[in-house]
């Protein structure tokens, strides 16, 4: 079993910044990948990235690739997700997620083994 509990959520301007992370506990025997999702109002989950087990080669969606950073801390066994530039449509409750099994993994929202809670994030002017 995994536990996600994702912190960090909060009102932020358009371009600036926000640090959300992504706090897993639970007993596992080997590496699993991690990914951000996010979900609007009214909307689908949609991918923002994922990063191995490793903490390397993190791959995003394109619309929040060159703005948004991936990392890991695997002596804290946190992912944290970096948000600049934020724009309005960055709006949504954003989720953190495991498959374990998989040093590396890509697939959509069903695919995946464990989920936290979400945390908001509102981007406004």
């Known amino acids: 079993q995994v536990q996600l509990v994702e912190s960090g959520g909060g009102l932020a301007q358009v371009g600036g910044s926000l640090r959300l992370s992504c706090a897993a506990s639970?007993?596992?025997?080997?590496?699993?990948?991690m990914a951000w999702f996010r979900q609007a109002p009214g909307g689908e989950r949609e991918f923002v990235g994922t990063?191995?087990?490793?903490?390397?080669?993190?791959n995003y969606a394109g619309s929040v690739k060159g703005r948004f950073t991936i990392s890991k801390d695997n002596a804290k066994n946190t992912m944290y997700l970096h948000m600049n530039s934020l724009k309005p449509a960055d709006t949504a409750v954003y989720f953190c997620?495991?498959?374990?099994?998989?040093?590396?993994?890509?697939?959509?929202?069903?695919?995946?083994?464990?989920w936290g809670q979400g945390t908001q994030v509102t981007v406004s002017s």
């Open positions: 990063i191995s087990g490793s903490g390397t080669s993190p």
């Open positions: 639970g007993r596992t025997s080997s590496p699993y990948a």
């Open positions: 997620a495991a498959k374990t099994g998989y040093n590396s993994y890509i697939g959509g929202p069903g695919m995946w083994d464990y």
